[in-house]
T-cell receptor, first 115, second 113 residues
Framework: ETGVTQTPRHLVMGMTNKKSLKCEQH?????MYWYKQSAKKPLELMFV???????ENNSVPSRFSPECPNSSHLFLHLHTLQPEDSALYLC??????????????FGSGTRLTVV | GQQLNQSPQSMFIQEGEDVSMNCTSS?????WLWYKQDPGEGPVLLIA?????ELTSNGRLTAQFGITRKDSFLNISASIPSDVGIYFC?????????????FGKGTRLHILP
């Protein structure tokens, strides 16, 4: 496996379910991110982890709970979601702390539908 | 907070036409990045720019880092059907460990049959 891998690619869940999104990066990067992309809206940064420490939480509701057990893995735990949470959830990774920023490498995303 | 103004929001062009899109900001950026997102996929980095005035090409794509460091443009020459998608500009304000990348709202490119 190379790059950033997200599973599952598609997820349909009820409002009372609990599910988790998984992201794994094989690039040796030290930072990982969760983004939400809704239809016709810009990319919304949700969480940032640098060196496994959460450094940013962009006022995300508590029904979204991130977990970063090591620098290669990132999870997004979901519970009691609302229909408006339906979106494409993108994971990204990057190498921070060096002179040049080579940008983020994104996964293919998880298309989440809340019913 | 810092914002990137990306335009146009969408474009409808004929195959073979050239395309131009740009991003502007009131803030000075140290790095400009251009991404493309195909339907159902994550964004993929096309071009990265690191110095004011820098002009970089990647095949039919050319991007420039504006001299004022507050803008950047992306040109696509002789468009083909696989160019369809959403193009995002992104900028980084600093070079520090915690300097995030800020994304524009995207330009959606449509190619008419």
């Amino acid at each position: 496996e190379t790059g950033v891998t997200q599973t599952p690619r598609h997820l349909v869940m009820g409002m009372t379910n609990k599910k988790s999104l998984k992201c794994e990066q094989h690039l040796g990067h030290n930072a990982m991110y969760w983004y939400k992309q809704s239809a016709k809206k810009p990319l919304e940064l949700m969480f940032v982890y640098n060196f496994k420490e959460q450094t940013e939480n962009n006022s995300v509701p508590s029904r979204f709970s991130p977990e970063c057990p090591n620098s290669s893995h990132l999870f997004l735990h979901l519970h009691t979601l609302q229909p408006e949470d339906s979106a494409l959830y993108l994971c990204a990774s990057s190498q921070v702390g060096q002179g040049l920023n080579y940008g983020y490498t994104f996964g293919s995303g998880t298309r989440l539908t809340v019913v | 907070g810092q914002q990137l103004n990306q335009s146009p929001q969408s474009m409808f062009i004929q195959e073979g036409e050239d395309v131009s899109m740009n991003c502007t900001s009131s803030s000075i950026f140290n790095t400009w990045l251009w991404y493309k997102q195909d339907p159902g996929e994550g964004p993929v980095l096309l071009i990265a720019l690191y110095k004011a005035g820098e002009l970089t090409s990647n095949g039919r794509l050319t991007a420039q880092f504006g001299i004022t460091r507050k803008d950047s443009f992306l040109n696509i020459s002789a468009s083909i059907p696989s160019d369809v998608g959403i193009y995002f500009c992104a900028g980084q304000l600093g070079k520090g460990r915690d300097d995030k990348i800020i994304f524009g709202k995207g330009t959606r490119l449509h190619i008419l049959p």
